[in-house]
Structure formats: structure tokens, C-alpha cells
């Protein structure tokens, strides 16, 4: 079993930064895909970035590209979600999840809690 604790998330104004973070538990993480996603009132919850179990492979939803980076640190057992020149649709619950697979994520096995992310205009 792998639990997964997101930090990191709060108000912030537009133009601004943050770094989301989210620890796992368990020795597993190493070997799984790491994402990120997000989950705005009234939508569905959408995958943002992700990264291979080496972080050999990224992928980025076009909308965030260029604004934010996912990373990963295996030896803490934590991933990371830095979100730069944020935008007040930028606002949501982002959530961490961990696909066994480890060079993609499709359906992730286990999910954080969320934590919110407000971006004032």
C-alpha cells in the first residue's frame, strides 16, 4: 500500500508561484509513474504533467507547458509540481497520484488527499 501527502498548495496572485509537494510512503515509489493532476468546481479532473519512474520521460498537458515542472526526488520518496506565471484558471485541487506502470501513467492506483491551489486575478 502507498499513501501519498500533498503539500505546498494555498493563495496566490496572478503572475505568482508555487511548489506543490507530495511524499509517498512505501518502498515502491521508485518504480512507479509520478502525476500530477487538477480538478476545478464542475469539471472532471485532468493529468497535468508526469514523470517516468527514472524521470526519463515528462509529459506536459499543453495548457501548463513552459509554466510548470514536474520532478522527482526517488531518494525521498517525493515528487514535485513547481507552477510559475500562474493564472486565476490556474485555481483547483491539485491532487498527486501513482500509476504502477513505470514509464506512463494512465488510471493512477493510488491518489493524495489534494490540496488547494487559489490564484487571484
Known amino acids: 500500500q502507498v499513501q501519498l501527502v500533498e503539500s505546498g498548495g494555498g493563495l496566490v496572485q496572478a503572475g505568482g508561484s508555487l511548489r506543490l509537494s507530495c511524499a509517498a510512503s512505501?518502498?515502491?515509489?521508485?518504480?512507479?509513474?509520478m502525476g500530477w493532476f487538477r480538478q476545478a468546481p464542475g469539471k472532471e479532473r485532468e493529468l497535468l504533467a508526469s514523470a517516468s519512474y527514472s524521470s526519463a520521460a515528462t509529459v506536459y498537458k499543453a495548457s501548463v507547458k513552459g509554466r510548470f515542472t514536474i520532478s522527482r526526488d526517488n531518494a525521498k520518496n517525493t515528487v514535485y509540481l513547481q507552477m510559475n506565471s500562474l493564472k486565476p484558471e490556474d485555481t483547483a485541487v491539485y491532487y498527486c497520484g501513482a500509476d504502477t506502470n513505470p514509464n506512463y501513467i494512465r488510471t493512477p492506483k493510488y491518489w493524495g488527499q489534494g490540496t488547494q491551489v487559489t490564484v487571484s486575478s
Open positions: 512505501g518502498r515502491t515509489f521508485s518504480s512507479y509513474t
